[in-house]
């Protein structure tokens, strides 16, 4: 059974293994000022893991601490699930600057287009058979205003250019004035999303 109460302080750089296999090693958790909505760490993967486990490989990726068993003599942390467990939970997620990220750690991260304005928070993801094809944000009442939008909108995962962990905000790739015209905001905000 794991042991809800490890902190983030006693599990950096820790080795984390699957039976006998290395994994990577513990590196950090996000930020969040409500400590219950962050469910997952983020490791650094081996490159070898990495190879055979993710679609494409990434460097960092999300750990769900629900996934500890225990912290061993050597300091090592085992985990109580296969490695196709892990493969299964790194496929559910969302990949931003080479990095996957879990569902969990986008949930209430501010987003700013390209030139810093804020557009609203992340409140929810979009899925399309099985994959996250975008997010959706509770827009500022300031931007609905200026763009005469509803409460919310859906973003495609393709405008995630990458995150500010400290700042807990995820920037786009380009103005909104620009994503509003990309085929695949409108297609998402339609509801006609190619697979």
Do not use: C, F
Not at 53 to 78: C, F, N, T
Not at 154 to 177: F, H, K, Q, W
């Amino acid at each position: 059974m794991a042991d809800d109460n490890y902190r983030i302080q006693e599990l950096l750089q820790r080795e984390v293994y699957v039976g006998e296999n290395l994994v990577g090693t513990i590196v950090g958790e996000r930020y969040h000022p409500n400590e219950d909505r962050v469910r997952s760490m983020r490791i650094q993967v081996k490159p070898n893991v990495a190879e055979e486990y993710m679609r494409k490989p990434a460097e960092h990726a999300p750990l769900s601490k629900e996934l500890i068993h225990s912290i061993q003599d050597d300091g090592s942390v085992k985990l109580s699930k296969s490695m196709r467990e892990l493969q299964r939970r790194w496929r559910n997620t969302v990949r931003i600057e080479e990095q996957l990220y879990a569902p969990d750690e986008l949930l209430d991260r501010a987003v700013l287009d390209d030139d810093g304005m804020e557009l609203g928070v992340v409140i929810g993801l979009v899925k399309v058979k099985r994959t996250y094809r975008g997010i959706t944000v509770k827009l500022r009442s300031a931007v609905r205003r200026r763009y005469a939008l509803g409460e919310t909108i859906d973003i495609p995962v393709t405008a995630l250019a990458r995150t500010r962990a400290r700042l807990d905000e995820i920037v786009l790739s380009r103005t909104y004035d620009k994503l509003r015209s990309l085929p695949s905001y409108i297609q998402i905000n339609e509801g006609i999303l190619e697979d």
